[in-house]
């Protein structure tokens, strides 16, 4: 992978967790969010919620597929599954690395890892379906329902 980010598809919640684009490029993408306090899932044990790590997965899978795609369109995630293998060492920032291996044209294909830098030693492993075109050709926010005449709000 290059070290050149093509493109920045992070999501709001996404942002709003620190997750970051190290390289997006050619099918393949690499995500990082730094270790906060704010993220801690356990106490007692400063380990890293399990909803970041799926939140960062379900990102770098998309960026994956964005950085796949020989033309800009909306996708969605369909699948998503996640094995957790261990807990994220407290204090490590996590990567997540993902593959879009089969580009269809309605669908995408995806495998990601986690790691928190040891890439033989992961925290979980994901394999995704993206479709693509998601919004049917319609512009952003068209899938908002129009308040009606004369309904109740």
Not at 43 to 64: E, H, K, S, Y
Request: glycine share 10%; net charge negative.
């Amino acid at each position: 992978m290059s070290d050149v980010v093509e493109l920045d598809r992070i999501l709001p919640q996404g942002r709003a967790l620190g997750i970051t684009i190290q390289v997006s490029a050619d099918g393949r993408s690499r995500l990082a969010i730094p270790y906060r306090e704010d993220l801690i899932g356990d106490p007692d044990t400063g380990v890293i919620a399990g909803g970041v790590v799926t939140t960062l997965l379900d990102q770098t899978c998309g960026q994956a597929v964005y950085a796949a795609l020989t033309e800009e369109t909306s996708i969605a995630t369909l699948d998503l599954r996640i094995d957790y293998m261990r807990p994220a060492k407290p204090g490590l920032t996590l990567i997540a690395e993902a593959h879009c291996y089969k580009l269809g044209r309605q669908v995408a294909f995806v495998r990601a890892t986690a790691h928190d830098g040891d890439v033989n030693d992961p925290v979980a492993a994901a394999q995704a379906v993206f479709m693509l075109d998601s919004s049917a050709g319609r512009g952003p926010g068209s899938n908002l329902a129009t308040a009606r005449r004369g309904s109740r709000s």
